[in-house]
Nanobody, 117 residues
Framework: QVQLVESGGGLVQAGGSLRVSCAAS????????MDWYRQAPGKQRELVAI???????NYADSVKGRFTISRDNAKNTVYLQMNSLKPEDTAVYYC???????????WGQGTQVTVSS
């Protein structure tokens, strides 16, 4: 099993910044990619950013140039730095990963990010 614990959400004004973190523990040896998803009220959960163990990243078009995903493998933690936040970034942000050996998917409990206009 893998446990994912997010932290760092909150309320910020438009144009501001926040950083959310996700600490992984448990059976993490086989984990390669770690991702951030978000889900706004009444909308489907969407992929925001991906990072591989080697540090390769990919982003949703809506956040490119504003969000940065990073990873500290020594701490088993992934971060999402969010700059120039917009009200449409308001959502619950979820950390996600998969164990390719056990073919299991893991989600964190989510952290609320609210951007006021």
């Amino acid at each position: 099993q893998v446990q994912l614990v997010e932290s760092g959400g909150g309320l910020v004004q438009a144009g501001g910044s926040l950083r959310v973190s996700c600490a992984a523990s448990g059976r993490i040896f086989f984990i390669n990619t770690m991702d951030w998803y978000r889900q706004a009220p009444g909308k489907q959960r969407e992929l925001v950013a991906i990072i591989t163990r080697g540090g390769s990243t990919n982003y949703a078009d809506s956040v490119k140039g504003r969000f940065t995903i990073s990873r500290d493998n020594a701490k088993n933690t992934v971060y999402l730095q969010m700059n120039s936040l917009k009200p449409e970034d308001t959502a619950v942000y979820y950390c996600h990963t998969e164990d390719p050996v056990l073919q299991k998917t893991y989600w964190g409990q989510g952290t609320q990010v609210t951007v006021s206009s």
